[in-house]
């Protein structure tokens, strides 16, 4: 508060001047100082929260456009592993090594002592330029009219 103190001019008796107390003037002006430093400390506060948040909510958004590519890319060599073992089971010669699917395509691989034409151990994975790439191994047996399952595991 400013404390007014009245003198009067030596020119006119009729209109007071009024003058302030300087050291309430200063007092003020820390009052002032103080008020306006912690709404700037708040201020930015509240700016280093929001700006978390929403580096989380991005964060959060790409992990989850990740899980949901990669299921769709384990979806597609599921998908090629079940074509390739009809293909075996049409023809027990087959040797293809892509598979070719609407999704995408698929490389076939035919590890050491299963390459046909009864027993079968192969690793299907989804193309190099896929980023989201997965990969499953496979064994089983064919005897026709019947391809038995031994193994399927994603590598």
């Not at 499953?136 to 019947?146: A, D, L, N």
Request: glycine share 6%.
């Amino acid at each position: 508060m400013y404390q007014k103190l009245y003198c009067h001019s030596e020119q006119s008796e009729e209109s007071p001047q009024i003058m302030e107390d300087p050291s309430l003037i200063a007092q003020d002006d820390k009052k002032g100082f103080v008020a306006m430093t912690t709404v700037l400390i708040l201020g930015a506060i509240v700016v280093a929260i929001a700006a978390t948040v929403t580096l989380l909510s991005i964060d959060e958004a790409q992990s989850s456009l990740t899980l949901y590519k990669g299921e769709d890319n384990l979806n597609l060599v599921e998908g090629c592993v079940e074509d390739v073992m009809m293909k075996v089971r049409a023809d027990s010669s087959y040797s293809g090594t892509t598979i070719s699917r609407p999704e995408g395509d698929c490389n076939i691989s035919y590890n050491p002592g299963g390459g046909g034409p009864v027993d079968w151990d192969i690793t299907v994975t989804s193309s190099a330029t896929n980023p989201y790439q997965r990969k499953i191994t496979v064994v089983f047996k064919r005897s026709f009219p019947v391809v038995q399952l031994t193994s399927w595991k994603e590598i």
